[in-house]
């Protein structure tokens, strides 16, 4: 049925990637539930109500809270595109110019403008007479500049109803997440085998996790929590798992029986065995690895193919043609690399000058000295946690959360900051948990912090961090929500979440 004209605040239009566009018509449909589906778990998950619906390819968002939706789908993987909806119409050259006009008046007033149509479905006019008609209504607001236009307004004819949107934001692309099978991701908590997990999940695999623990439950603690914040922020739709695997035994017999020059390559390999193993459990059809070629010595094309022979299934290397520059740009983006920086110390493992060449020949002997048992032992007695039921009570010792913000003390926000912007505690200061990571040492030791984040995970490592540095400062628990109601509770002036 055909919509009335009629200018909307409440509709989002999502376009998924254009990948889409060449598969079967079986395949596309699979792809657009499986968007539709985790568009509504990423809403779900903040507490955002709305409707759903597919049609022509997109999905359709209604809700009442426009702004707040639009925050949250740029870490939903498969979006190409989205816009928020200035009007719909009935698909008459009329109709779509007269509510259009209505709708895009003030974003063009004054400034530089296009039109670009798009059709579907079949209609009585082509996408030129909706460009010229519409561009010729709104000409005396603004000035045509079809080359570097200020605002294009966009007319998408599809069946009987044209959508009209005035603004274009980017996705983040990649392919819906889960449409791709399983598969394990071996992860350190690093920056690359992050950023690796990440592109994996990004190509639509339902990515698991295997932590093979070399530092006891300190480490373990750190790298739940880097699990946690990747799930909470892009897993949508997913339910990752945690595997740990306990590597104390078998790294004790490695170092007793092998030379230290090969210690890098073969607990390399021991690692992929209890990755493959994990994934034989879960039905993954793949390992996921962050090597980058020649970063490190156990990362040579020579010992990457001397490794490789162990794996019972293929190995993704999502990172093998990046710089590290690069990889630590993408950690930041993804918003892991504050935590990926306290990883540091329990990364290096061997001491003296590895060897950058070995044979699979020469490991096989290697490994043929150690005790396999202990392998078996420790893949079959791993922990496995449901990565979205980690809360911030199972990441840090309690002493570092708070439920109260003293008085005096100083509130920092660490937000990203668009939701900084739409709100905050009355009187906190918006830092990025990467800035405050870095630079908090210049901040004065005689008052009291409180943070606080969306989530609720990424507070408690950087209380932690500056407790250690000899700072007063508490993570509030429980992220955002409880923020919002101990401030309406508690704070003069704060203002109502919305």
Known sequence: MADTARVVDDMIVVRPGPEEAIKSGRTRRFWQHTLRDNIADALARNGIEHELSVSFGRVFITTPRRDDAMAVLPRVFGISSFSPVAAVAPTELDAITQ?????????????????????????????????RKLGAALNDLGTVHLDNPDVTVFVEA????????????EGVGGMPAGIQGRAVALLSGGFDSVVAAWRIMRRGAHVDFVFCNLGGGAYERLVLQIAAVLTHAWAHGLRPQFHVVDFSDVTADMKAKVKTSRWQVVLKRLMYRAACRV??????????????????????????????????????????????????????RIG?????????????????????????????KHEE?????????????????????????????????????PAGARVIDCQPGHMYRRWHAPGAEHWDADSLARTFRELPKDRTYVLYCTFGTQTPV?????????????????????????????????????
């Open 336 to 364: 892991t690399a504050p935590l990926s920086e306290r990883i540091r110390e329990y990364c290096a493992l061997s001491t003296g000058r590895p060897v950058v060449r070995c044979r699979p020949a020469t490991l096989d």
């Open 99 to 131: 509510i259009g006009r209505e709708a895009c008046a003030d974003t063009v007033r004054g400034k530089r403008y296009a039109v670009r149509c798009k059709r579907q479905g079949g209609q009585p006019f082509k996408s030129p007479d909706v460009e």
């Open 279 to 332: 994934a034989a459990d879960t039905g993954a059809d793949a390992i996921v690895t962050g090597e980058a070629i020649g970063q490190v010595s156990s990362q040579t094309l020579a010992n990457l193919s001397a490794i490789d022979p162990v794996a019972d299934r293929p190995v993704l290397r999502p990172l093998c043609g990046f710089d590290k520059d690069e990889i630590m740009a993408e950690a930041r």
């Open 462 to 498: 950087l209380a932690e961090l500056m407790q250690q540095a000899g700072y007063e400062a508490y993570a509030f628990q429980g992220g955002l929500s409880r923020v919002q109601a101990y401030a309406e509770a508690h704070m003069a002036d704060a203002p109502a979440a919305e």
């Open 369 to 405: 000295a150690l005790d396999g048992a202990l392998l078996d032992r420790a893949v079959s007695e791993r922990s496995v946690r449901d990565v979205m039921s980690v809360t911030a009570d199972d990441l840090r010792q309690p002493f570092l959360f708070t439920g109260e913000i």
């Open 158 to 169: 599809l069946g009987r109803r044209a959508v009209i949107t005035c603004e274009r934001h």
